[in-house]
């Protein structure tokens, strides 16, 4: 196999499509918001990316193995802008592969005519939360206004140590390409999985694209979500005279 090797399933016309991006990270909050957006708008597999720097390791679905990949899926809405979207299970191991990687999903989107880059992903409070912001970054002062007056925040030094990961080497890289490039970043604890951050991400995409989703699902993750960590809170509380929420550890 090549150091980076794509499989054509489907070449479907889309019109003027937008990335987005929704792997692994923190809160898998990307992760979360991409697959809502495949379970909820009707899609199709167009590409599988394989490399020998994602792990060594297959998945298992009904007795049937699948080797580690990234997939791209294209979605065409009733309303708003097509997408290609690119999900999976796992980013590279190392550095080479993240830019390795990271070129070959562009080469991709280039394929099918985007010109226009959405990275989704999460950025650690360190502390549980109500209410969830969404961060931003671009590669434009356009982009910029347009992600802001959607609501996007953009603070100085935020996030402190800049973005890592296929999510920011696609807006690097992006810049480089001339093309357009936004990473949405909702907030989250950092320590569990979390819908409600990757809802609110999910919402700042649909004001800007366009399209219409339903949320009810997601709602249902973060309720089981809450319930976890009242138990945790609850057995710790059993087991210190006092609450400590910061000490709760990465769960899912």
């Known amino acids: 196999m090549d150091e980076f090797d794509?499989?054509?399933v489907a070449d479907p016309d889309l019109e003027d499509p937008v990335l987005?991006?929704?792997?692994?990270g923190v809160g898998h909050v990307g992760k979360l918001a991409a697959e809502h957006l495949?379970?909820?708008l009707e899609s199709e597999l167009v590409r599988?990316?394989?490399s020998t720097h994602f792990p060594p390791q297959v998945s298992i679905d009904e007795g049937q193995a699948q080797l580690a990949c990234a997939e791209f899926y294209a979605v065409t809405p009733d309303e708003g802008q097509d997408l290609l979207v690119l999900?999976?299970?796992?980013?590279a191991q190392d550095n080479q592969g993240h830019y390795?990687?990271?070129?070959?999903f562009l080469d991709i989107a280039d394929e099918f005519g985007v010109q226009r880059v959405f990275a989704l992903g999460g950025v650690p409070t360190g502390e549980l939360i109500e209410e969830y912001d969404v961060l931003g970054a671009t590669t434009t002062e356009d982009f910029k206004e347009t992600l802001e007056d959607a609501?996007?925040?953009?603070?100085?030094?935020?996030?402190?140590?800049?973005?890592?990961?296929v999510s920011g080497l696609l807006l690097g890289l992006s810049k480089r390409r001339d093309v357009p490039a936004g990473c949405l970043m909702g907030e989250t604890s950092g320590y569990l999985v979390d819908p409600k951050s990757a809802q609110a991400v999910l919402e700042i995409l649909q004001d800007v694209i366009g399209f219409e989703v339903d949320y009810s699902s997601l709602e249902d993750?973060?309720?089981e979500m809450e319930e976890v960590v009242r138990k945790i809170q609850e057995m710790e509380q059993q087991n210190s005279p006092s609450p400590a929420d910061e000490d709760l550890r990465y769960i899912g």
């Open 6 to 8: 794509i499989e054509t």
């Open 20 to 24: 987005v991006e929704g792997l692994p």
């Open 38 to 40: 495949l379970e909820e």
């Open 48 to 50: 599988r990316v394989y």
């Open 87 to 91: 999900s999976g299970d796992h980013q």
């Open 100 to 104: 390795g990687l990271t070129d070959t």
């Open 151 to 165: 609501g996007v925040a953009f603070r100085e030094d935020e996030p402190a140590g800049g973005i890592v990961g």
């Open 221 to 223: 993750r973060a309720d």
